[in-house]
Nanobody, 118 residues
Framework: QVQLVESGGGLVQAGGSLRLSCAAS????????MGWFRQPPGKQRELVAS???????SYADSVKGRFTISRDNAKNTVYLQMNSLKPEDTAVYYC????????????WGQGTQVTVSS
């Protein structure tokens, strides 16, 4: 059974930092493509960052230079380091593990709230 558990969300002032964690079980985060998505209230969910089996990374233009996705294979955990946070980063952040080598189909975590105050 695949389970993804996010943690690390919270309230932070603009310019601050947070690190989100996604602990995976029933799946290997270093084999599957992993991604972080976010969904602001009333808006569509969007891909923020991804990391592939070959450790290639991709970022949404809105977070390039500020966010970093990484993984710890020993802990089977994926991270999203978020620096220089802006109010527009406020959203529920979701971890997703791809099922077939990409993120079209896969498994979702429960989400963690990130709120950035101005």
């Amino acid at each position: 059974q695949v389970q993804l558990v996010e943690s690390g969300g919270g309230l932070v002032q603009a310019g601050g930092s947070l690190r989100l964690s996604c602990a995976a079980s029933g799946i290997s985060s270093h084999i599957n493509t992993m991604g972080w998505f976010r969904q602001p209230p009333g808006k569509q969910r969007e891909l923020v960052a991804s990391i592939t089996r070959m450790e290639g990374t991709s970022y949404a233009d809105s977070v390039k230079g500020r966010f970093t996705i990484s993984r710890d294979n020993a802990k089977n955990t994926v991270y999203l380091q978020m620096n220089s946070l802006k109010p527009e980063d406020t959203a529920v952040y979701y971890c997703k593990a791809g099922r077939y080598g990409d993120l079209q189909f896969g498994y979702w975590g429960q989400g963690t709230q990130v709120t950035v105050s101005s």
